[in-house]
């Protein structure tokens, strides 16, 4: 593989115990991406991904213990990037425990350079999707929220909520999550029975 037709990309590298740290380093940088950082112990990975902001972590996983499936719940829940596991372990149990826990992508060995790469395109695309459908959730989740906050306020039904916030949309030029968003935002600040009228935007009418 070409290491100059790949985006190069900021990558940890994490070992627990051994010397398998320097031969995943040489699989990663002869990809032409930059290890920017090395590090022997796994939980360190979270604070690393914190303060350095690599693109990818590569955690080496060396046995098939409870202990090892807790660090690797902890990275993935913890890092700010997406995980490529290397699991040094035959073990076809605690391999399919392991890719339970959420991480993107998981590899045999990491001398496989075509292998390793393919794996880290695999995690970005997957990271990737996992954040849009993470966003789209949560505009659904604020768009319902508003809904519910104009059909009490103005005793309407769902569908007439809907369109105040799809028309305010259009006529302001915002996005309707925007509109939904200003109206959960503001209604701490409204009275609890407002006399005024209450408009899309979640302000009372002047």
Same mark, same amino acid.
Request: charged residues 30%; proline residues 5%.
């Given at each position: 593989?070409?290491?100059?037709?790949?985006? +190069?990309?900021?990558?940890?590298? !994490?070992?627990?115990?051994?010397?398998?740290?320097?031969?995943?380093?040489?699989?990663?940088?002869?990809?032409? =991406?930059?290890?920017?950082?090395?590090? !022997?112990?796994?939980?360190?990975?979270?604070?690393?991904?914190?303060? %350095?902001?690599?693109?990818?972590?590569?955690?080496?996983? =060396?046995?098939?213990?409870?202990?090892?499936? $807790?660090?690797?719940?902890?990275?993935?829940?913890?890092?700010?990037?997406?995980?490529?596991?290397?699991?040094?372990?035959?073990?076809?149990?605690?391999?399919?425990?392991?890719?339970? +826990?959420?991480?993107?992508?998981?590899?045999?060995?990491?001398?496989?350079? $075509?292998?390793?790469?393919?794996?880290?395109?695999?995690?970005?695309? +997957?990271?990737?999707?996992? =954040?849009?459908?993470?966003?789209?959730?949560?505009?659904?989740?604020?768009? %319902?929220?508003?809904?519910?906050?104009?059909?009490?306020?103005?005793?309407?039904?769902?569908?007439?909520?809907?369109?105040?916030?799809?028309?305010?949309?259009?006529?302001? =030029?915002?996005?309707?999550?925007?509109?939904?968003?200003?109206?959960?935002?503001?209604?701490?600040?409204?009275?609890?029975?407002? !006399?005024?009228?209450?408009?899309?935007?979640?302000?009372?009418?002047?």
């Amino acid at each position: 593989m070409d290491p100059q037709s790949t985006p +190069r990309l900021r990558v940890l590298v !994490s070992d627990g115990p051994g010397v398998r740290l320097d031969e995943v380093t040489l699989t990663v940088a002869g990809l032409g =991406h930059d290890v920017i950082a090395r590090e !022997s112990s796994l939980p360190d990975v979270a604070r690393i991904t914190a303060t %350095e902001r690599p693109d990818v972590a590569v955690v080496i996983v =060396h046995e098939g213990t409870a202990k090892a499936l $807790q660090l690797i719940d902890r990275i993935v829940h913890e890092a700010a990037c997406p995980v490529i596991a290397v699991l040094d372990v035959q073990d076809r149990e605690f391999i399919n425990e392991a890719a339970k +826990r959420g991480i993107f992508a998981y590899i045999a060995n990491g001398h496989d350079p $075509q292998e390793m790469q393919s794996a880290i395109d695999i995690v970005l695309k +997957r990271f990737a999707e996992y =954040h849009a459908l993470e966003g789209a959730f949560g505009r659904r989740a604020v768009t %319902e929220r508003a809904k519910g906050i104009l059909m009490e306020r103005h005793d309407i039904d769902e569908q007439a909520a809907f369109e105040m916030l799809r028309d305010q949309a259009r006529r302001t =030029h915002r996005k309707l999550v925007d509109i939904a968003d200003a109206i959960v935002a503001s209604r701490s600040m409204l009275p609890a029975q407002p !006399s005024a009228t209450i408009e899309a935007t979640g302000r009372p009418e002047a």
